[in-house]
Structure formats: structure tokens, C-alpha cells
């Protein structure tokens, strides 16, 4: 039997109601079955402050681990003030330290971003993409996926039309064969 593929999932949002959350849960879903999903909680993580470098940050720990672990990342995130939410960007700060001791670097991850606006929160995607770059992570560069006028598209039980579905589903699938355990 093949390894599973380990994935560790990011929400960029902290929001109970988070429609990201919503948008990963049915990507989450449609996945099969040889892939297993970590999520990585940010909440709990204390800024990133250097002078923690040298020191033992239990929730540092745990993330910097489920990371390494990962085959491959999966952010689902919205945009804060054109970038990146801060909860976001602590936690790609967190593995990109101890200097030298960069979990990002070569690590595979896709980005895909949701707002209720027109532009589906590109900018916070793009700037994603703008800190792997620096970090020398292997992004996944297509297809993009940048959900606009995302809570539109939800209805009051989280479900999609089927015409969303399949366009998740080709992100799905493109993703799942881009995160393929190499070790096989
Ligand atoms: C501090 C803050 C800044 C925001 N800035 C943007 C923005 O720049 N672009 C955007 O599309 N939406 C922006 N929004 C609206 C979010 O897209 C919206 O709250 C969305 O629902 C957040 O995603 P979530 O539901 O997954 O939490 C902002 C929201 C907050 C709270």
C-alpha cells in the first residue's frame, strides 16, 4: 500500500463564521481518501518575536513540526487591508525561524484566497506568494484560485451550486497530484 500524503492545512482566519473555512471544508471534502489533513492552529501562537529564537515556545513547536511533517501546505485565507492576515503572517514568521532553520524551504504549498468582494482577496494571495518566493518554498504556481463575491456563494448550509464544486474540484485535483508523496 502507498504512503499517505500528509497535508497541513492553514486558515488565514481566526473567525468562527470564517467562510474560508467553509471554502477548505469542501475542498477538505473532496479529496480522496489517501490523503490525511492536519490543520495547523494559529490561534494560539504568540506573535513572533526574535528574541524567542532561543527559546522553547511549546506552540511554536507544534507548528513548526506539523510543517516539516507536511508533504505539502494548504493555505486558505482571506485578505486583511489588501495583505495577508497578521495570524498568517505570524505563522509563516514562525517557520522561517530560527535562521537557517527555514521549514518553508522546499516545502510544496498552494494558496487559494476568498472574500466577499470582487477581487476574492488576490492581493492577500499574491503577497503569499511573495513571502514563499523569500523562503524558497515550491509553490504551486496554477491554477489560481481567487473566490470573489465567495459568501454569495454559499448557502445557509455551507453548500456550493455545482458549477463551484467542479471548479473546486479541478483546483483539488491539481493540488493533490502536486503534493503526491514523493517518497512512493
Ligand atoms: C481588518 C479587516 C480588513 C479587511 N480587509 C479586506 C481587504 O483588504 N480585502 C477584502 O476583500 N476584504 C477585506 N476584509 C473583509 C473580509 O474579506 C471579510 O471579513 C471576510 O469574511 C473574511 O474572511 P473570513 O470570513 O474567512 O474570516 C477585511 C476584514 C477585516 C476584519
Known amino acids: ?4 500524503t500528509n497535508i497541513a492545512l492553514i486558515i488565514g482566519s481566526l473567525r468562527t463564521e470564517s467562510i474560508n473555512r467553509k471554502f477548505a471544508e469542501l475542498m477538505v471534502a473532496q479529496m480522496p481518501e489517501s490523503v490525511v489533513i492536519e490543520e495547523v492552529n494559529l490561534a494560539d501562537l504568540p506573535i513572533y518575536n526574535q528574541d524567542y529564537d532561543d ?4 506552540s511554536y513547536e507544534r507548528v513548526r513540526k506539523q510543517l516539516k511533517a507536511a508533504d505539502a501546505v494548504l493555505i486558505v485565507t482571506p485578505e486583511h487591508n489588501r495583505t495577508m492576515p497578521a495570524a498568517l503572517k505570524n505563522v509563516i514568521d514562525i517557520g522561517s525561524r530560527p535562521y ?30 511573495k513571502s514563499m518566493q523569500m523562503l ?3 509553490m504551486m504556481i ?8 465567495a459568501a454569495d456563494s454559499l448557502d445557509e448550509d455551507g453548500n456550493v451550486s455545482e458549477r463551484t464544486q467542479k471548479y473546486l474540484q479541478r483546483f483539488v485535483d491539481a493540488f493533490v497530484l502536486f503534493a503526491g508523496n514523493d517518497s512512493e
Open 136 to 138: 524558497a518554498a515550491q
Open 1 to 4: 500500500m502507498s504512503a499517505p
Open 142 to 149: 496554477s491554477p489560481e484560485v481567487y473566490l470573489g463575491n
Open 55 to 58: 527559546k522553547v515556545i511549546d
Open 100 to 129: 537557517k532553520e527555514n521549514v518553508w524551504a522546499a516545502k510544496k504549498v498552494a494558496v487559494v484566497t476568498a472574500s466577499p468582494s470582487t477581487y476574492g482577496a488576490r492581493d492577500s494571495g499574491l503577497d503569499v506568494r
